[in-house]
């Protein structure tokens, strides 16, 4: 199926993946399995109408396209929208108080559909009554227990490094979630991880803009890079000494590291199904909430911009010999770093509650994710990495089920072979899966 970005029938895509997010946001309450497969179902019938080359105008154009495709309670929706224009179950579902809520909280960089749903429960309607009863709840100080209601401490989620997290999406919700990456600013950021990598590490080093920039979008939630090096395992490291530099120039809110756990079991048959499920690899990685100035979308000011960075970890004494930071400068910084100590100084570094004027502060809050594959996986990684999440899903789904494969961002076993296919293209990939090459701009499913 070929899905691109621009079709021809969206309003009817859009009615299905409300009913989507609705029965995900069903799932994340109940954890009932039927409502996984349900938006699962209510997706792939969205992705059927993408991929359609007219509009449609009468139920039997889809159902003979795509006959596997679509569920019978989709074909109601459309058959109604077709003939009314309207769908009364999806009226109802934007209408509702929860879907309005669980959509709003769980755009919140870390706030899932758990949390979100324990909020919504305790009476929260916004982004902005949440990040309100929080700082009310920090105003207490941790010395006045008896005065923090149990309503309030609901709101809380487990886990310290979650805590952070979510206090950094809350604070800076405004230009997380309203004010979107264009592809400008992507690119500068990439041009900028390069020419840093080079500073670092030498020569060697692909830095690839992936997911939805590389499908044809033009704006995205996030800034997803790639780092690759000619020579297999030099690229180990990389995204730590990075993450290191990004805080050493001051440019970090806040970031987590993940290190590589990737073992051979992982491109074996010992799997289990609920990987092909999950879209998480093993891969090293930082995911980080970093701030870019307004002026950074010009990438003729990235070697500037990289001489000022390098002069502050230089003052350090960095060798600059290819060899990544010196050993002194890694133990000084943590690639696991938060800007703030109290939720209050995040609002306030944000510009108060309802985040400041972007131009008077100059800088926009932007979340990135640094990943580093070892050259043998990359052809796989930037496969997993392009997505969109439906088109991987369905693609390994098809490789499982229609090919005995087993098919991740680190590679492809086959599973009758008992032997990994290795590919140095995507191309190469889905010519081991017997597909014709789908190319990323009509992988927007
Ligand atoms: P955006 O940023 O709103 O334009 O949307 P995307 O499509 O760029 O989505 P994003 O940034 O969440 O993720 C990029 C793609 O990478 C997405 O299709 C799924 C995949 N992906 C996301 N997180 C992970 C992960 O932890 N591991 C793997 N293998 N893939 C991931
Ligand atoms: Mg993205």
């Excluded at 305790?122 to 309100?132: E, F, M």
């Excluded at 000022?308 to 696991?336: F, T, Y």
């Excluded at 990943?371 to 997505?387: C, D, E, H, K, N």
């Excluded at 490789?399 to 961002?409: D, E, G, H, N, Y």
Aim: glycine share 8%; net charge neutral.
């Amino acid at each position: 199926m070929r899905c691109p970005l621009e079709h021809h029938n969206a309003s009817l895509a859009q009615a299905l993946s409300v009913l989507a997010r609705n029965s995900e946001h069903q799932y994340g309450i109940t954890k009932d399995q039927q409502y996984y497969a349900k938006a699962l179902a209510f997706d792939r019938a969205a992705a059927c109408l993408k991929s359609l080359q007219q509009p449609l105008l009468s139920i039997s154009q889809l159902t003979d396209s795509c006959p596997r495709y679509i569920g019978d309670h989709a074909i109601r929706i459309i058959t109604e929208l077709l003939n009314t224009g309207a769908s009364a179950e999806v009226d109802a579902v934007t209408g509702s108080d929860l879907y309005q809520c669980m959509t709003n909280l769980t755009a919140v960089y870390g706030v899932g559909q758990a949390l979100a749903y324990k909020w919504y429960s305790c009476g929260v309607k916004s982004v902005s009554d949440a990040t309100h009863r929080l700082l009310r709840h920090h105003e207490c100080g941790e010395g006045q227990q008896q005065k923090r209601d149990s309503e309030l401490v609901a709101l809380l989620p487990m886990g310290g490094g979650d805590h952070k997290r979510l206090q950094t999406g809350l604070a800076f919700h405004n230009d997380l979630v309203n004010k979107p990456v264009a592809l400008a600013e992507a690119s500068y950021f990439r041009d900028l991880i390069a020419k840093l990598l080079l500073e670092l590490r030498g020569p060697g080093f692909t830095v690839t803009l992936v997911g939805g920039f590389s499908r044809g979008k033009s704006t995205g939630h996030d800034c997803d890079l790639l780092i690759t090096h000619d020579v297999e395992g030099r690229e180990a490291g990389a995204v730590s000494d990075l993450a290191r530099v990004l805080t050493a120039a001051g440019m970090v809110i806040h970031g987590t590291f993940e290190a590589n756990s990737f073992s051979p079991s992982v491109l074996s048959r010992d799997f289990r199904v609920k990987e092909l499920r999950s879209t998480l690899d093993h891969f090293e990685k930082w995911l980080g909430v970093i701030r870019l100035s307004s002026k950074d979308t010009d990438s003729s000011t990235v070697d500037r911009d990289v001489e000022s960075i390098m002069a502050k970890i230089d003052g350090n004494g960095c060798d600059r010999q290819g060899e990544g930071l010196p050993a002194a400068k890694r133990r000084a910084l943590s690639p696991n770093y938060c800007a703030f100590d109290s939720f209050a100084e995040a609002v306030a570094m944000a510009g108060g509650e309802a985040g400041a004027a972007y131009a008077s502060r100059g800088w926009l809050a932007r979340r990135v994710d640094l990943i580093a594959v070892p050259r043998s996986q990359y052809a796989y990684a930037l496969l997993g990495w392009t997505g969109n999440r439906l088109f991987n899903r369905d693609l390994r789904l098809f490789a499982q089920r229609q090919r005995r494969m087993k098919l991740t961002s680190h590679g492809l076993f086959d599973l009758q072979k008992e032997a990994s296919l290795p590919a140095s293209s995507e191309e190469e990939i889905f010519q081991h899966l017997g597909l014709d090459y789908i190319p990323p701009k009509f992988r927007n499913c």
